[in-house]
């Protein structure tokens, strides 16, 4: 997918995940494509044009986290969930929020090199072949003589094979690359040098290399890993096509991506609303949003790849607001957040549609996954009736959960049929599920209410 699509599309292609919520995805898809017609806008114009970041207003379980997902999935933009809570009391156990756009701008960086490499791949599978053909025909030996400095200082070099040995080792190098090419050999099995990773140190929550510390000063290390053919040829290649892109240029774009193109998801942000009225040197609430504010207005942020900018990423935050209200923010931040969209709970219709109709949809996963062991399982109307009934009752009755209902219930409904399955003796045999078992294998908040005891 690519940034050109309208509005209607970015919808249609939402709707293919997520069940309702069409204003929140009326408001994603707007931003979307202001952000390629910011692109197209004369640059003296453009770097005024900011986007307009989005609250998102509903409870647990509506989709708020998966349209933001799919979004950036659709334009394969950089993207990032963070809950607001992890911020709370910053410098004594919480995250140092810059941590935020440093995480986004690592997801880019893996995102493009993922891209990167991607596009070398059949240069890099042919490399690998060569390297490994060389290894199967000649392996490394062992050096046992000799003092390690004469090679340093080139007061002993390795003895140079004959014109016949040469001959003979080109002819089996090209007998072996035959053999890979028809995938006689891969179960063979050989020794392959690996870089080991350099050691990473905790701070504040964020991993950091101490190789990238010292600045590569410490020399790579490497451990030797005995490998099938099948695996080696994965770890080679992927060796290969690490040293044919250029890291400069992966950097540069992934810095350019996160400041144009990145989404940074905050979720929980009605948990820091308000004032808790504490002392001290806790920082919760109003000073976490306090925190949050310059990275949503617009600053500029080190990261080890450079500097990063901030003012043109999309911000869109969620939350319950079941407790706060969303005046209960910092004015500042309110102002930030200028779009609102109310997400509604889930009817019994949404339930019954997230059953069928998502190309994702939890009929299919648990067919999927039962299949493996030979269950055949279908479901009738009437059991797509109870289920979308148990789970809209259940969230009426205790907690509001939204959609993760469905799992609590499909859990308790395939509990025994998931553990007995799987035996190497046991038939196909295909079950059928209906209104009838529902009702009889549900239990706890999931099962259906018995209004009679009500009745006088």
């Not at 249609?12 to 069940?19: A, G, K, N, P, T």
Request: include cysteine.
């Amino acid at each position: 997918m690519n940034q050109q699509l309208t509005p209607r599309q970015i919808v249609h292609e939402l709707d293919r995940f997520i069940v309702g919520q069409d204003e929140a995805k009326k408001a994603v898809a707007i931003a979307l494509r202001n952000r390629y017609r910011r692109s197209r806008v004369e640059e003296s114009l453009r770097d005024e044009i900011i986007p307009k970041n989005i609250l998102m207003i509903g409870p647990t379980g509506v989709g708020k986290t998966e349209i933001a997902r799919r979004l950036a999935k659709l334009v394969n933009a950089p993207f990032i969930k963070v809950e607001a809570t992890k911020f709370t009391e910053v410098g004594y156990v919480g995250r140092d929020v810059e941590s935020i756009i440093r995480d986004l701008t690592e997801n880019a960086v893996r995102l493009v090199q993922k891209e990167h490499k991607e596009r070398v791949l059949p240069r890099a599978r042919v490399l690998a072949e060569e390297r490994l053909s060389e290894l199967l025909a000649h392996p490394p030996k062992k050096s046992n003589a000799g003092n390690p400095l004469d090679f340093l200082l080139g007061r002993q070099k390795e003895s140079q094979p004959t014109d016949e040995e040469a001959v003979a080792l080109a002819r089996k190098k090209e007998e072996i690359r035959q053999q890979l090419m028809r995938g006689e050999i891969e179960d063979l099995e050989l020794d392959l040098e690996v870089e080991e990773e350099a050691p990473t140190l905790e701070v504040g929550g964020s991993s950091i290399s101490l190789g990238d510390m010292m600045g590569n000063m410490m020399p790579k290390r490497t451990r030797i890993r005995h490998v099938k053919v099948r695996e080696a040829r994965k770890i080679i290649t992927d060796q290969e096509a690490s040293r044919l892109i250029d890291n400069d240029a992966v950097q540069e774009e992934a810095i350019s991506r996160t400041e144009q193109n990145g989404i940074v998801f905050i979720d929980e942000i009605d948990k820091i609303a308000g004032s808790n009225g504490g002392h001290g040197p806790d920082v919760s609430r109003e000073g976490v949003q306090r925190d949050i504010l310059p990275i949503v207005e617009g600053c500029t942020v080190n990261t080890k790849y450079g500097a990063v900018k901030t003012d043109f990423m999309l911000f869109i935050a969620a939350g319950a607001f079941h407790v706060s209200k969303v005046s209960d923010l910092i004015p500042e931040l309110q102002g930030r957040f200028p779009v609102h969209v109310h997400l509604q709970s889930l009817s019994k219709e949404d339930f019954r549609q997230i059953l069928t109709t998502p190309e994702n949809a939890l009929t299919k996963q648990y067919k999927a996954l039962l299949e493996v062991d030979r269950v055949l399982l279908t479901f009738d109307e009437s059991a797509i009736d109870a289920i979308a009934t148990a789970a809209c009752n259940a969230n009426d009755n205790s907690e509001d959960i939204g959609a993760r209902r469905l799992h609590a219930i499909f859990e308790q409904l395939l509990e025994d049929v998931s553990f007995n399955a799987g035996d190497e003796n046991m038939p196909p045999f295909e079950l059928k599920i209906d209104g009838d078992y529902v009702n009889a294998h549900l239990k706890g908040e999931n099962k259906p209410m018995d209004i009679k005891k009500y009745i006088l």
